[in-house]
C-alpha cells in the first residue's frame, strides 16, 4: 500500500463508491424467472468451478 495518505483516502473512496453502485445494481436487477432443469447434475455448478466429473472421470476445460 502507498504511504501517501492521500492516495489512499481516494483509493478508498472509490473502492467505496463502486461497491456502491454494485450493489445497487444488485438490488435494481430483477432475479431471473428460469424453469427449473430437469436431469441436470447434483452438487456445485461444473461450470462456475471449473470442471467435470461423471462416474468417477474428471476432465478440466
Known sequence: MSNDPEKTARLRAAAERALAEADQRRKDT?????????????????IRFGD?????????F
Open 30 to 46: 430483477p432475479p431471473l424467472d428460469l424453469p427449473e432443469e430437469l436431469g441436470g447434475r447434483d452438487g456445485p455448478e461444473p
Open 52 to 60: 467435470w466429473e461423471k462416474k468417477g472421470i474428471v476432465s478440466d
